[in-house]
Protein backbone atom coordinates (compact mmCIF):
# COMPACT_ATOMS: atom_id res chain seq x y z
CA UNK A 1 0.00 0.00 0.00
CA UNK A 2 2.68 2.36 0.78
CA UNK A 3 5.03 1.68 -2.45
CA UNK A 4 1.79 1.96 -4.29
CA UNK A 5 0.25 5.77 -2.69
CA UNK A 6 3.91 6.52 -2.89
CA UNK A 7 4.15 5.95 -6.76
CA UNK A 8 1.12 7.70 -7.20
CA UNK A 9 1.85 11.08 -5.59
CA UNK A 10 5.22 10.93 -7.78
CA UNK A 11 2.57 10.43 -10.87
CA UNK A 12 0.83 13.87 -10.00
CA UNK A 13 4.22 14.83 -8.53
CA UNK A 14 4.07 18.10 -9.75
CA UNK A 15 0.40 19.39 -8.00
CA UNK A 16 1.96 17.57 -4.60
CA UNK A 17 5.04 20.02 -4.92
CA UNK A 18 2.87 22.68 -5.21
CA UNK A 19 0.68 21.92 -1.94
CA UNK A 20 3.35 20.51 0.18
CA UNK A 21 5.38 24.16 -0.68
CA UNK A 22 1.80 26.09 0.19
CA UNK A 23 1.31 24.22 3.45
CA UNK A 24 5.18 24.46 4.42
CA UNK A 25 5.13 27.86 4.10
CA UNK A 26 1.75 28.85 6.32
CA UNK A 27 3.49 26.57 8.96
CA UNK A 28 6.65 28.03 8.66
CA UNK A 29 5.03 31.65 9.18
CA UNK A 30 3.28 30.30 12.52
CA UNK A 31 6.65 28.56 13.42
CA UNK A 32 8.97 31.51 13.10
CA UNK A 33 6.50 33.89 15.12
CA UNK A 34 6.70 31.55 18.28
CA UNK A 35 10.18 30.64 17.71
CA UNK A 36 11.44 34.23 17.37
CA UNK A 37 9.11 35.80 20.43
CA UNK A 38 10.50 33.27 22.39
CA UNK A 39 14.20 34.05 22.17
CA UNK A 40 13.35 37.52 22.16
CA UNK A 41 12.11 37.02 25.59
CA UNK A 42 14.68 35.02 26.96
CA UNK A 43 17.19 36.58 25.49
CA UNK A 44 16.01 39.88 27.19
CA UNK A 45 15.43 38.35 30.33
CA UNK A 46 18.81 36.36 30.79
CA UNK A 47 20.23 40.15 29.90
CA UNK A 48 18.04 41.28 32.64
CA UNK A 49 18.48 38.99 35.45
CA UNK A 50 22.30 40.50 36.50
CA UNK A 51 20.72 43.91 37.04
CA UNK A 52 18.29 43.93 40.15
CA UNK A 53 17.85 47.90 40.34
CA UNK A 54 18.56 50.86 38.06
CA UNK A 55 18.77 54.62 39.50
CA UNK A 56 18.15 57.30 37.05
CA UNK A 57 17.07 60.77 36.79
CA UNK A 58 13.22 61.04 36.07
CA UNK A 59 12.48 60.66 32.67
CA UNK A 60 11.38 57.30 30.54
CA UNK A 61 11.51 53.76 32.47
CA UNK A 62 12.17 51.93 29.08
CA UNK A 63 14.82 53.94 27.85
CA UNK A 64 16.72 53.81 31.37
CA UNK A 65 16.38 50.41 31.16
CA UNK A 66 17.59 49.34 27.20
CA UNK A 67 20.69 52.34 27.99
CA UNK A 68 21.44 50.62 30.63
CA UNK A 69 20.61 46.93 30.44
CA UNK A 70 21.35 46.72 27.09
CA UNK A 71 23.69 49.56 26.30
CA UNK A 72 21.42 50.77 23.51
CA UNK A 73 22.84 54.63 22.83
CA UNK A 74 20.45 57.23 23.53
CA UNK A 75 20.83 60.76 25.33
CA UNK A 76 19.78 60.25 29.09
CA UNK A 77 19.23 63.53 31.46
CA UNK A 78 22.10 63.30 34.71
CA UNK A 79 21.24 63.05 37.97
CA UNK A 80 23.93 64.73 40.51
CA UNK A 81 26.48 62.86 41.78
CA UNK A 82 25.31 63.00 45.65
CA UNK A 83 22.92 60.17 44.49
CA UNK A 84 25.70 57.67 43.55
CA UNK A 85 27.66 59.14 46.96
CA UNK A 86 24.55 58.39 48.78
CA UNK A 87 24.03 54.65 47.73
CA UNK A 88 27.10 53.66 48.09
CA UNK A 89 26.93 54.41 51.60
CA UNK A 90 23.42 53.19 51.86
CA UNK A 91 23.66 49.66 54.39
CA UNK A 92 20.95 48.26 52.21
CA UNK A 93 22.88 48.35 49.12
CA UNK A 94 25.55 45.65 48.45
CA UNK A 95 27.07 47.29 45.21
CA UNK A 96 25.98 50.84 43.82
CA UNK A 97 28.06 50.75 40.38
CA UNK A 98 27.91 54.40 38.16
CA UNK A 99 28.10 53.93 34.31
CA UNK A 100 29.20 56.50 31.77
CA UNK A 101 28.97 56.13 28.04
CA UNK A 102 28.87 57.88 25.15
CA UNK A 103 32.45 56.84 23.74
CA UNK A 104 33.45 54.05 21.62
CA UNK A 105 36.39 52.24 20.44
CA UNK A 106 36.31 50.15 16.60
CA UNK A 107 32.07 49.91 16.82
CA UNK A 108 32.06 48.83 20.66
CA UNK A 109 30.96 50.93 22.97
CA UNK A 110 33.46 52.12 26.07
CA UNK A 111 31.61 51.97 29.47
CA UNK A 112 32.81 53.63 32.50
CA UNK A 113 32.08 51.95 35.81
CA UNK A 114 33.84 50.38 38.60
CA UNK A 115 35.32 47.05 39.75
CA UNK A 116 32.85 45.77 42.11
CA UNK A 117 30.68 45.86 38.60
CA UNK A 118 33.20 43.85 36.77
CA UNK A 119 33.22 40.98 39.56
CA UNK A 120 29.75 41.53 39.77
CA UNK A 121 29.16 40.35 36.10
CA UNK A 122 32.08 38.18 35.76
CA UNK A 123 33.42 36.73 39.39
CA UNK A 124 36.21 34.94 37.23
CA UNK A 125 37.55 36.75 34.45
CA UNK A 126 38.44 34.80 31.12
CA UNK A 127 41.85 36.13 30.66
CA UNK A 128 44.11 38.59 32.64
CA UNK A 129 42.94 40.87 35.32
CA UNK A 130 40.47 43.74 36.54
CA UNK A 131 41.40 47.39 36.31
CA UNK A 132 43.87 49.12 38.91
CA UNK A 133 44.95 52.23 36.80
CA UNK A 134 42.85 54.42 35.31
CA UNK A 135 44.57 53.69 31.96
CA UNK A 136 43.25 49.73 32.59
CA UNK A 137 40.30 47.94 30.30
CA UNK A 138 38.59 45.15 30.76
CA UNK A 139 36.94 44.10 27.56
CA UNK A 140 33.54 41.88 26.76
CA UNK A 141 34.13 37.95 25.74
CA UNK A 142 32.91 38.99 22.03
CA UNK A 143 35.16 41.94 21.34
CA UNK A 144 38.29 40.77 19.40
CA UNK A 145 40.98 42.40 20.93
CA UNK A 146 43.91 40.45 22.92
CA UNK A 147 45.31 41.21 25.82
CA UNK A 148 48.28 44.16 26.20
CA UNK A 149 45.74 45.81 23.27
CA UNK A 150 45.89 49.89 23.03
CA UNK A 151 42.51 51.50 22.95
CA UNK A 152 42.08 55.13 21.72
CA UNK A 153 38.61 55.92 22.70
CA UNK A 154 35.98 57.90 20.23
CA UNK A 155 33.78 59.77 21.53
CA UNK A 156 30.76 58.40 19.10
CA UNK A 157 31.09 56.57 16.64
CA UNK A 158 33.21 57.45 12.85
CA UNK A 159 29.70 56.60 11.60
CA UNK A 160 28.47 59.81 13.64
CA UNK A 161 31.74 61.71 12.66
CA UNK A 162 32.80 61.42 16.57
CA UNK A 163 36.32 62.84 17.38
CA UNK A 164 39.36 60.55 19.40
CA UNK A 165 40.26 61.48 22.80
CA UNK A 166 43.98 62.07 22.10
CA UNK A 167 44.55 62.54 26.85
CA UNK A 168 44.33 58.89 27.19
CA UNK A 169 45.42 55.38 25.36
CA UNK A 170 43.38 52.15 27.47
CA UNK A 171 45.12 48.84 27.35
CA UNK A 172 43.55 45.84 27.96
CA UNK A 173 43.97 43.92 31.00
CA UNK A 174 41.43 41.51 31.38
CA UNK A 175 38.77 39.27 29.86
CA UNK A 176 35.26 38.92 31.05
CA UNK A 177 33.70 35.43 31.03
CA UNK A 178 30.82 35.26 28.62
CA UNK A 179 27.55 36.86 30.32
CA UNK A 180 25.43 36.51 27.62
CA UNK A 181 24.40 40.12 27.51
CA UNK A 182 25.00 43.17 25.69
CA UNK A 183 27.95 44.04 27.73
CA UNK A 184 29.72 40.98 25.92
CA UNK A 185 30.47 43.75 23.63
CA UNK A 186 31.68 46.75 25.33
CA UNK A 187 34.93 47.76 26.74
CA UNK A 188 34.87 48.30 31.12
CA UNK A 189 37.25 51.77 32.10
CA UNK A 190 37.44 53.41 35.32
CA UNK A 191 34.79 55.55 35.68
CA UNK A 192 37.35 58.27 37.46
CA UNK A 193 39.20 57.69 33.49
CA UNK A 194 35.94 59.07 32.39
CA UNK A 195 35.46 61.82 34.36
CA UNK A 196 38.89 63.14 33.69
CA UNK A 197 39.26 62.44 30.64
CA UNK A 198 36.83 65.08 30.23
CA UNK A 199 38.57 67.50 32.57
CA UNK A 200 35.19 66.76 35.33
CA UNK A 201 37.06 64.56 38.19
CA UNK A 202 37.04 65.62 41.81
CA UNK A 203 34.27 68.18 41.37
CA UNK A 204 35.50 70.31 38.24
CA UNK A 205 33.15 69.35 36.27
CA UNK A 206 29.85 67.69 37.21
CA UNK A 207 29.52 65.38 34.14
CA UNK A 208 30.47 62.02 33.12
CA UNK A 209 28.03 61.45 30.80
CA UNK A 210 30.84 63.50 28.36
CA UNK A 211 28.95 67.09 28.35
CA UNK A 212 30.53 69.55 30.21
CA UNK A 213 28.09 71.46 32.71
CA UNK A 214 31.10 74.12 34.64
CA UNK A 215 30.14 77.53 34.18
CA UNK A 216 34.05 78.24 33.74
CA UNK A 217 33.95 75.93 30.49
CA UNK A 218 32.78 76.30 27.14
CA UNK A 219 30.27 74.08 26.70
CA UNK A 220 30.56 71.26 24.05
CA UNK A 221 28.92 68.53 21.96
CA UNK A 222 30.89 65.38 20.56
CA UNK A 223 28.17 64.82 18.08
CA UNK A 224 27.11 61.13 18.98
CA UNK A 225 23.68 59.43 19.73
CA UNK A 226 24.99 58.58 23.31
CA UNK A 227 25.12 62.23 24.61
CA UNK A 228 23.64 62.60 27.49
CA UNK A 229 21.63 65.51 28.63
CA UNK A 230 21.19 67.39 32.15
CA UNK A 231 17.54 67.36 32.56
CA UNK A 232 18.37 70.86 34.92
CA UNK A 233 21.03 72.88 33.82
CA UNK A 234 23.37 74.06 36.82
CA UNK A 235 22.04 78.06 35.76
CA UNK A 236 18.35 77.44 34.87
CA UNK A 237 18.69 77.13 30.94
CA UNK A 238 16.10 74.17 30.46
CA UNK A 239 17.79 71.18 28.12
CA UNK A 240 16.61 71.43 25.18
CA UNK A 241 18.20 74.86 25.02
CA UNK A 242 21.31 73.81 26.63
CA UNK A 243 21.79 71.16 24.42
CA UNK A 244 21.43 73.43 21.33
CA UNK A 245 24.11 75.93 22.86
CA UNK A 246 25.97 72.83 23.45
CA UNK A 247 25.61 71.81 19.68
CA UNK A 248 26.39 75.71 18.48
CA UNK A 249 29.67 75.78 20.74
CA UNK A 250 31.46 72.66 18.54
CA UNK A 251 34.59 72.77 20.63
CA UNK A 252 36.29 69.09 21.61
CA UNK A 253 38.29 69.70 24.79
CA UNK A 254 39.95 66.58 25.66
CA UNK A 255 42.24 65.93 28.96
CA UNK A 256 45.47 64.34 29.51
CA UNK A 257 45.26 61.72 32.00
CA UNK A 258 48.07 59.50 33.97
CA UNK A 259 47.26 56.04 32.50
CA UNK A 260 48.82 54.88 35.62
CA UNK A 261 47.48 56.54 38.21
CA UNK A 262 45.89 54.70 40.42
CA UNK A 263 42.16 54.36 40.64
CA UNK A 264 40.00 55.86 42.94
CA UNK A 265 36.68 54.80 43.42
CA UNK A 266 35.12 56.75 46.63
CA UNK A 267 32.13 58.87 45.92
CA UNK A 268 31.14 62.43 47.86
CA UNK A 269 30.25 65.51 47.42
CA UNK A 270 32.27 66.41 44.82
CA UNK A 271 31.50 63.22 42.79
CA UNK A 272 30.05 64.24 39.22
CA UNK A 273 26.62 63.55 38.02
CA UNK A 274 25.94 60.74 36.03
CA UNK A 275 22.98 59.15 33.85
CA UNK A 276 22.59 55.48 36.07
CA UNK A 277 23.61 53.70 38.98
CA UNK A 278 23.28 49.78 38.93
CA UNK A 279 22.42 49.00 42.38
CA UNK A 280 22.30 45.39 44.08
CA UNK A 281 20.10 45.52 47.12
CA UNK A 282 21.20 43.50 50.04
CA UNK A 283 17.54 41.73 50.22
CA UNK A 284 14.34 41.80 48.19
CA UNK A 285 12.62 43.90 50.79
CA UNK A 286 15.78 46.49 50.16
CA UNK A 287 15.32 46.68 46.68
CA UNK A 288 11.29 47.52 46.91
CA UNK A 289 12.20 50.04 49.81
CA UNK A 290 14.85 51.97 47.37
CA UNK A 291 12.76 51.34 43.99
CA UNK A 292 10.08 53.58 46.33
CA UNK A 293 12.16 55.87 47.78
CA UNK A 294 14.15 56.92 44.51
CA UNK A 295 11.36 57.32 42.72
CA UNK A 296 11.30 61.18 43.07
CA UNK A 297 10.87 64.28 41.02
CA UNK A 298 14.03 63.97 40.02
CA UNK A 299 15.02 60.92 40.35
CA UNK A 300 14.05 57.12 38.63
CA UNK A 301 14.35 53.86 40.30
CA UNK A 302 13.47 50.87 37.55
CA UNK A 303 13.04 46.82 38.09
CA UNK A 304 14.47 45.94 34.36
CA UNK A 305 12.67 42.89 34.86
CA UNK A 306 9.61 44.77 35.90
CA UNK A 307 10.03 46.91 32.79
CA UNK A 308 10.71 44.21 30.35
CA UNK A 309 7.52 42.52 31.13
CA UNK A 310 5.46 45.53 30.03
CA UNK A 311 7.51 45.44 27.07
CA UNK A 312 6.08 41.15 27.15
CA UNK A 313 2.78 42.38 26.93
CA UNK A 314 2.89 44.55 23.97
CA UNK A 315 5.05 41.90 21.91
CA UNK A 316 2.23 39.10 23.15
CA UNK A 317 -0.49 41.26 21.05
CA UNK A 318 1.87 41.61 18.29
CA UNK A 319 2.77 37.90 18.30
CA UNK A 320 -1.28 37.17 19.22
CA UNK A 321 -2.08 38.95 15.87
CA UNK A 322 0.58 37.37 13.66
CA UNK A 323 -0.66 34.01 14.84
CA UNK A 324 -4.32 35.09 14.32
CA UNK A 325 -2.76 35.63 11.12
CA UNK A 326 -0.63 32.66 10.08
CA UNK A 327 -3.57 30.45 11.46
CA UNK A 328 -5.98 31.93 9.17
CA UNK A 329 -3.63 31.49 6.33
CA UNK A 330 -3.37 27.60 7.32
CA UNK A 331 -7.31 27.17 7.54
CA UNK A 332 -7.49 28.93 3.68
CA UNK A 333 -4.55 26.85 2.65
CA UNK A 334 -6.29 23.04 4.41
CA UNK A 335 -9.28 24.44 2.77
CA UNK A 336 -7.76 24.88 -0.72
CA UNK A 337 -5.97 21.51 -0.17
CA UNK A 338 -8.98 19.60 0.56
CA UNK A 339 -11.14 20.95 -2.53
CA UNK A 340 -8.52 20.53 -4.73
CA UNK A 341 -8.05 16.71 -3.89
CA UNK A 342 -12.16 16.73 -3.98
CA UNK A 343 -11.81 17.77 -7.57
CA UNK A 344 -8.41 15.51 -8.05
CA UNK A 345 -10.54 12.45 -6.67
CA UNK A 346 -13.45 13.19 -9.46
CA UNK A 347 -11.13 12.89 -12.60
CA UNK A 348 -10.14 9.51 -10.48
CA UNK A 349 -13.23 7.76 -10.50
CA UNK A 350 -12.70 5.71 -13.00
CA UNK A 351 -9.64 4.03 -11.33
CA UNK A 352 -11.44 4.11 -8.09
CA UNK A 353 -14.52 2.53 -9.38
CA UNK A 354 -11.99 0.14 -11.56
CA UNK A 355 -10.36 -0.90 -7.80
CA UNK A 356 -13.86 -1.32 -6.57
CA UNK A 357 -15.26 -3.49 -9.07
CA UNK A 358 -11.94 -5.96 -8.91
CA UNK A 359 -13.28 -6.56 -5.43
CA UNK A 360 -10.90 -4.07 -3.21
CA UNK A 361 -11.67 -3.45 0.04
CA UNK A 362 -13.73 -0.12 0.93
CA UNK A 363 -10.64 0.05 3.81
CA UNK A 364 -7.93 -0.31 1.05
CA UNK A 365 -9.62 2.19 -0.92
CA UNK A 366 -9.74 5.02 2.45
CA UNK A 367 -6.70 3.92 3.19
CA UNK A 368 -5.54 4.78 -0.43
CA UNK A 369 -6.89 8.29 -0.57
CA UNK A 370 -6.37 9.11 2.97
CA UNK A 371 -2.87 7.92 2.87
CA UNK A 372 -1.82 10.24 -0.07
CA UNK A 373 -3.84 13.49 1.58
CA UNK A 374 -2.16 12.68 4.70
CA UNK A 375 1.37 12.26 3.38
CA UNK A 376 1.06 15.55 2.04
CA UNK A 377 0.15 17.32 5.03
CA UNK A 378 2.96 15.54 7.06
CA UNK A 379 5.55 16.64 4.47
CA UNK A 380 4.14 19.75 4.53
CA UNK A 381 3.73 20.55 8.13
CA UNK A 382 7.71 19.06 8.14
CA UNK A 383 9.22 21.16 5.91
CA UNK A 384 7.34 24.33 7.19
CA UNK A 385 8.42 23.84 10.87
CA UNK A 386 12.14 23.12 9.21
CA UNK A 387 11.48 26.69 6.97
CA UNK A 388 10.85 28.24 10.27
CA UNK A 389 13.42 27.43 12.54
CA UNK A 390 15.66 28.36 9.95
CA UNK A 391 13.95 31.75 9.40
CA UNK A 392 13.86 32.27 12.99
CA UNK A 393 17.53 31.63 13.55
CA UNK A 394 18.30 33.74 10.81
CA UNK A 395 16.16 36.61 12.82
CA UNK A 396 17.84 35.89 16.00
CA UNK A 397 21.53 36.15 14.65
CA UNK A 398 20.31 39.22 13.00
CA UNK A 399 18.91 40.99 16.17
CA UNK A 400 21.69 39.49 18.21
CA UNK A 401 24.10 41.11 16.10
CA UNK A 402 22.37 44.36 16.25
CA UNK A 403 21.58 44.27 19.75
CA UNK A 404 24.50 42.57 21.07
CA UNK A 405 21.57 39.96 23.13
CA UNK A 406 22.47 36.20 22.51
CA UNK A 407 18.89 35.62 21.16
CA UNK A 408 18.15 31.38 21.77
CA UNK A 409 15.99 29.83 19.22
CA UNK A 410 15.04 26.82 20.73
CA UNK A 411 11.60 24.75 20.87
CA UNK A 412 9.94 23.93 24.00
CA UNK A 413 7.92 20.98 24.47
CA UNK A 414 4.38 22.41 24.30
CA UNK A 415 5.59 23.15 20.03
CA UNK A 416 6.02 19.24 19.74
CA UNK A 417 2.83 18.89 21.35
CA UNK A 418 0.97 21.51 19.24
CA UNK A 419 3.12 19.57 16.01
CA UNK A 420 1.18 16.38 16.95
CA UNK A 421 -1.98 17.76 17.33
CA UNK A 422 -1.42 19.26 13.86
CA UNK A 423 -0.79 16.07 12.65
CA UNK A 424 -3.95 14.53 14.69
CA UNK A 425 -6.10 17.51 12.98
CA UNK A 426 -4.24 16.50 9.32
CA UNK A 427 -5.42 12.87 10.16
CA UNK A 428 -8.36 13.65 10.68
CA UNK A 429 -9.29 15.92 8.35
CA UNK A 430 -7.55 13.37 5.06
CA UNK A 431 -10.46 11.26 5.94
CA UNK A 432 -13.41 13.67 4.25
CA UNK A 433 -12.50 12.77 1.13
CA UNK A 434 -11.30 9.26 1.42
CA UNK A 435 -15.02 8.84 2.74
CA UNK A 436 -16.18 10.74 -0.57
CA UNK A 437 -14.45 8.19 -2.80
CA UNK A 438 -16.43 5.59 -1.52
CA UNK A 439 -20.27 7.76 -2.09
CA UNK A 440 -20.42 6.22 -5.30
CA UNK A 441 -20.58 2.86 -6.72
CA UNK A 442 -17.98 1.38 -8.46
CA UNK A 443 -20.59 0.70 -11.48
CA UNK A 444 -21.81 4.52 -11.94
CA UNK A 445 -18.37 5.50 -11.67
CA UNK A 446 -16.83 3.53 -14.42
CA UNK A 447 -19.91 4.88 -16.50
CA UNK A 448 -19.55 8.33 -15.50
CA UNK A 449 -16.13 8.28 -16.25
CA UNK A 450 -16.72 7.64 -20.13
CA UNK A 451 -16.30 3.93 -19.18
Not at 152 to 165: I, L, N, W
Not at 290 to 318: H, K, M, N, S, W
Not at 339 to 355: E, K, P, S
Not at 365 to 392: D, K, P
Request: glycine share 10%; hydrophobic share 50%; proline share 5%.
Amino acid sequence: MIAFILADLWRFRAGAAAVVLLLALSVALSVTVTLQERALRLGSARAAEKFDLVVGAAGSETQLTLSTVFLQPAPLPLMPGAVLAKLAADPRVSLAAPIGFGDSASGFPIVGTTTALVAALSPTLAEGAGFVRLGDAVIGADVPLALGSGIKPMHGTAESHGHVHGGLTFRVTGRLASTGTAWDRAILVPIMAVWRLHGMAGGEDHDHGHEDHDHDHEEHDHGSDHDHVDGDAHDGTPAPQRAAATREAGTHETATVDADAPIDERFGAATPDVPAVLVKPRRISDAYRLRQEYRAATTLAVFPAEVLTRLYATLGDARRLLMAIAMGTQTIVVAAILLVTIMHLGNRRRQIGALRALGAPARSIIALVWGELFVLFAVGLVMGIGIGYGAARILGFWLAKTTAVPMPVEFAAEDFLLALGCMAVAAIVSIIPAVTALRVSPATALRNSGA
